[in-house]
């Protein structure tokens, strides 16, 4: 099935926050000083991609499906999961300001936003564009600036 219109640029974020825990994974077996650098790289993509991706979903595309009743178990999970995942950033940023180079944190975030982009690419957008079309043609997202990582 071809993704709404509107939904395409949140897919695209997707695709980029994989590529970012792609690279924090690897980073993960390496040394102290890449991890280090891996995670201070990943902070700075989620920091400024990924919060303004959760901010879109938030307060543009799930109020769409807020008053459906079959939704309402859905965007409770995928708000849940938005908190789960900044949490596990905290504790990553954390760890890197007491020095320790995010070992513990790295594998929880990688799982958490890997199962998430899932969660949202199979179960959530699915659902969200079986809304009229011309309630999703409505929707205008913040202007997307990629903030991109060299590896």
Same mark, same amino acid.
């Given at each position: 099935?071809?993704?709404? +219109?509107?939904?395409?640029?949140? #897919? &695209?974020?997707? &695709? &980029?926050?994989?590529?970012?825990? @792609?690279?924090?994974? /690897?980073?993960?077996?390496?040394? $102290?000083? +890449?991890?280090?650098?891996?995670?201070? =790289?990943?902070?700075?993509?989620? @920091?400024?991609?990924?919060? /303004?991706?959760?901010?879109? +979903?938030?307060?543009?595309?799930?109020?769409? /499906?807020? $008053?459906?009743? =079959?939704?309402?178990?859905?965007?409770? @999970?995928?708000?849940?999961?938005?908190?789960?995942? =900044?949490?596990? /950033?905290?504790?990553?940023?954390? +760890?890197?300001?007491?020095?320790?180079?995010?070992?513990a944190s790295i594998p929880r975030i990688v799982d958490l936003l890997r199962s998430h982009i899932r969660f949202e690419e199979t179960v959530v957008f699915p659902?969200?564009?079986?809304?009229?079309?011309?309630?999703?043609?409505?929707?205008?997202? @913040? =202007?997307?600036?990629?903030? #991109?990582? #060299?590896?």
């Amino acid at each position: 099935m071809k993704r709404h +219109e509107t939904l395409i640029p949140l #897919t &695209h974020d997707h &695709h &980029h926050a994989l590529a970012a825990i @792609r690279r924090l994974a /690897v980073a993960s077996n390496g040394t $102290d000083e +890449e991890r280090d650098h891996a995670s201070r =790289q990943f902070l700075w993509f989620f @920091r400024k991609d990924t919060l /303004v991706h959760f901010r879109d +979903e938030e307060e543009i595309i799930f109020p769409l /499906v807020a $008053d459906a009743p =079959q939704a309402r178990g859905t965007m409770e @999970r995928a708000m849940s999961q938005h908190a789960e995942i =900044q949490a596990a /950033v905290h504790c990553l940023a954390c +760890e890197l300001e007491d020095g320790v180079p995010g070992a513990a944190s790295i594998p929880r975030i990688v799982d958490l936003l890997r199962s998430h982009i899932r969660f949202e690419e199979t179960v959530v957008f699915p659902m969200i564009e079986s809304l009229s079309s011309v309630e999703l043609d409505s929707v205008k997202l @913040r =202007q997307r600036t990629r903030a #991109t990582v #060299t590896p």
